[in-house]
Structure formats: structure tokens, C-alpha cells
């Protein structure tokens, strides 16, 4: 499989001429023509109702489904389903905790092959993951809660995501904390840039 890192949360995983892209937002997506779409939640920067097209293959969350103007897949946590050779684990159900004062988003997280996980905006408790797609950045997520999860679920090797809202220095201080955390705690971060990708 490569996998392929865009802007912010969004990636792109191709196998044998099957392509899933997961989470084009508003921040930018690549081409989508001929790909499998796949999306985690209805945030904007995770969901461009833009560039979906009638006839486009889309899976996404119910809460997805009602918010934009062409029919997809309706999916939840338990669903599998496969894209040419790619088989897809749907897992959990909601979004990470931003604030007590807003309401709790639907969320779900995808598990390509058994190998790639996408979590969406959410710490999804798998161990054992070859790859994971690991959100770093935003109003969510902190530098800790990154830890915590290396701590208890180690993948084999990570991407960091979902740091489409900081600049170069935000970025190069990420990039020293999450090469030191992966150090400490058995991991190998694989510090893509966007456009990059790597085969597994």
C-alpha cells in the first residue's frame, strides 16, 4: 500500500489501482476523480461538501450524510466494508472532547487492511496498528494527550496529522516532540510533509 500525506487530516491510500481518499476539507484536496472517498466527520476541515460530486463513491457518518448535496454510504462503528482490494474496519463513534460547552460530534475512525489506521479526531484504542495517522495539532488535542496514547497504544510506526493550522515553527516543534516521543515509547514517527507518502 502507499499512503500519501495532504493538507491537514487528510490522506490518500492506494493499493493495486484502488484509491480511499480520507477527509478532504475545506483546507484543500488533491484530485478525486476515480477515488473511493471516506469521510470521519462533518467538521470543515475534514469535509468540503464542495468538491463531492454526484456519483462519487462516498462513505461517511450519518451526521455527514444529512449535511451534504450528494448521496453516499451511511456508515457506523462495526461496519466493514472493501474498496477493490482494500477492506475497511469502521471503529468508534464520537469526536475528542473540544469543550464542555459544545455538543459532542459524531466521529468515526478507519482501519485499512488491518494495517492503516485514520482515527478522525479521536485517540482510537487499538494496539498494535502498523500505521497510524495520528492527530498532533489542534483545539482538541495537546502535546500530552499525543503521549498518553504512544504511552498505552503504541503503533509501529506513525504520521502525524491534523496540524494544517500551524506555521513552519509549530511545525518544526512538532517535529522534535514527536521524534523523541516515539523514541520513548517504542514507536518511529514518519515525518511527512504534504505530498509525501511512503509504502508499507
Same mark, same amino acid.
Given at each position: 500500500?502507499?499512503?500519501? =500525506? ?7 491510500? &492506494? ?5 480511499? #481518499? #480520507?477527509?478532504?476539507?475545506?483546507? %484543500?484536496?488533491?484530485?478525486? &476523480? $476515480?477515488?473511493? #472517498? !471516506? #469521510? ?7 469535509? *468540503? ?11 461517511? /457518518? ?13 456508515? &457506523? ?14 471503529? $468508534? ?20 487492511? @488491518? =494495517?492503516?489506521?485514520?482515527? @478522525? *479526531?479521536?485517540?482510537?484504542? !487499538? ?5 497510524? !495517522? ?9 502535546? !500530552?494527550?499525543? &503521549? ?5 497504544? /503504541? /503503533?509501529? =510506526? ?5 496540524? %494544517?493550522?500551524?506555521?513552519? =515553527? ?15 515509547? $517504542? ?5 511527512? %510533509?504534504? $505530498? ?5
Amino acid at each position: 500500500m502507499k499512503i500519501t =500525506r495532504h493538507i491537514h487530516a487528510c490522506v490518500e491510500i &492506494e493499493d493495486h489501482g484502488n484509491r480511499i #481518499i #480520507i477527509d478532504p476539507g475545506t483546507f %484543500g484536496a488533491p484530485n478525486l &476523480e $476515480g477515488a473511493t #472517498i !471516506l #469521510i470521519t466527520h462533518n467538521h470543515p476541515d475534514h469535509v *468540503d461538501p464542495a468538491v463531492l460530486k454526484p456519483g462519487m463513491s462516498i462513505y461517511a /457518518p450519518r451526521s455527514v450524510a444529512h449535511a451534504i448535496p450528494v448521496e453516499c454510504h451511511i456508515v &457506523e462503528h462495526g461496519r466493514n466494508f472493501t474498496v477493490g482490494s482494500l477492506n475497511v474496519e469502521v471503529l $468508534g463513534s464520537e469526536h475528542a472532547l473540544i469543550s464542555h460547552a459544545l455538543a459532542v460530534a459524531e466521529n468515526v475512525g478507519y482501519l485499512i487492511n @488491518g =494495517r492503516v489506521l485514520h482515527p @478522525g *479526531d479521536a485517540f482510537q484504542p !487499538l494496539k498494535k496498528v502498523e500505521l497510524s !495517522l495520528l492527530p498532533v495539532n489542534g483545539p482538541w488535542v495537546k502535546m !500530552l494527550d499525543v &503521549e498518553d496514547y504512544l504511552r498505552k497504544f /503504541p /503503533p509501529q =510506526r506513525f504520521i502525524g496529522i491534523h496540524d %494544517g493550522i500551524m506555521n513552519e =515553527r509549530g511545525l518544526a516543534i512538532n517535529k522534535k516532540f514527536l521524534t523523541a516521543l516515539a523514541e520513548a515509547y $517504542g514507536s518511529q514517527y514518519l515525518a511527512l %510533509g504534504e $505530498g509525501e507518502s511512503v509504502e508499507i
